[in-house]
């Protein structure tokens, strides 16, 4: 039974299109995360969701969008693809607020890769 | 701007001896750090942690020591094994953990059977 879960694990697509990534976790967390690892293998955040209100929101660009149906699960949106879009997507959660600890559980990750 | 960074980009022991990987941060207000470990096509998987009103935390075979004068961390493996070859991601927080995790660029740890 997999904690934080991911789909699709690799996505491949052309510039322009429109795609979503979809995150799911079974573990009862309150805020959930999107992180991306570039070519560099810098893991930074994007977004960040407690409770499907938004918290964190990085310098992105608003072609990216996240979208909370409910608090087990945060998708990611991303319109007019570019090649520079190309990298690892880890959705991610924690119990942070609910009076546990700070560690956050990560997905798989999705690899997209813009051509 | 790196406010957590992993100098070395790999490192290889021999089984059963001592790993050390270390992670240096110029934050100030960072007062809570964590390791996480990746294998190659996974998600990273946290390690251990440690809180700035500490030195010093102890999981089993993995030791975090903190040194806040020196805004430096280290993760030491004893006994190394050949299953803890993977990326070592050193992060870090602010305010207790609650806020967002900066995560150092990684270091490749290969234990040799």
């Known amino acids: 039974d997999t904690a934080v879960s991911q789909t699709p694990k690799y996505l491949v697509t052309q510039m322009g299109n429109d795609k979503s990534i979809k995150c799911e976790q079974n573990l009862g967390h309150d805020t959930m995360y999107w992180y991306k690892q570039d070519s560099k293998k810098f893991l930074k955040i994007m977004f960040s969701?407690?409770?499907?209100?938004?918290?964190i929101n990085e310098t992105v660009p608003n072609r990216f969008s996240p979208k909370s149906p409910d608090k087990a699960h945060l998708n990611l949106h991303i319109n007019s693809l570019e090649l520079g879009d190309s990298a690892v997507y880890f959705c991610?959660?924690?119990?942070?607020?609910?009076?546990?600890?700070?560690?956050?559980?990560f997905g798989p990750g999705t690899r997209l890769t813009v051509t | 701007d790196q406010q957590v960074k992993q100098n070395s980009p790999s490192l290889s022991v021999q089984e059963g001896r001592i790993s050390i990987l270390n992670c240096d941060y110029t934050n100030s207000m960072f007062d809570y750090f964590l390791w996480y470990k990746k294998y190659p096509a996974e998600g990273p998987t946290f390690l251990i942690s440690?809180?700035?009103?500490?030195d010093k935390n102890e999981d089993g075979r993995f030791t975090v020591f903190l040194n806040k004068s020196a805004k430096h961390l280290s993760l030491h493996i004893v006994p190394s094994q050949p299953g803890d070859s993977a990326v070592y991601f050193c992060a870090a927080s602010s305010q207790g953990g609650s806020e967002k995790l900066v995560f150092g660029k990684g270091m490749k740890l290969t234990v040799n059977p």
């Open positions: 440690i809180s700035s009103i500490k």
């Open positions: 991610a959660s924690s119990p942070i607020g609910q009076g546990l600890s700070y560690e956050q559980y």
């Open positions: 969701y407690n409770n499907k209100e938004l918290i």
